[in-house]
């Protein structure tokens, strides 16, 4: 079964740093993309990096323009694994952290998207 777990998330004070790490496992054959999206209360989901895995795209990162500067997405292909270092963190930066992955299980190449449980970042002032 294929899933995606996440760790790091945490209390820190503003201007402080977290690491967050989600690893991928099961039987996966190739992944696409992996990533990081947070969701605030009374807020929707949003994007905050992701890092591409595929072809000429690969190592390809975008982040959401709250983020750039701040945040540095990173992955290790062996062990299936991607991070998100946060510098400078700001009270809004808090939010459920969640990683999503584009995952191909078989040799027909369809991607499926996995979400891991969430990690919580609070960033206090």
């Known amino acids: 079964q294929v899933q995606l777990v996440e760790s790091g998330g945490g209390l820190v004070q503003a201007g402080g740093s977290l690491r967050l790490s989600c690893a991928a496992s099961g039987r996966i054959v190739r992944i696409k993309h992996m990533g990081w999206y947070r969701q605030a209360p009374g807020n929707q989901r949003e994007l905050v990096a992701r890092i591409l895995s595929d072809g000429l795209s690969d190592g390809r990162t975008n982040y959401a323009d709250s983020v750039k500067g701040r945040f540095t997405i990173s992955r290790d292909n062996a062990k299936n694994m991607v991070y998100l270092q946060m510098n400078s963190l700001k009270p809004e930066d808090t939010a459920v952290y969640y990683c999503?992955?584009?995952?191909?299980?078989?040799?027909?190449?369809?991607?499926?998207?996995?979400w891991g449980q969430g990690t919580q970042v609070t960033v206090s002032s």
């Open positions: 999503n992955a584009g995952l191909v299980l078989a040799s027909n190449d369809l991607e499926y998207s996995y």
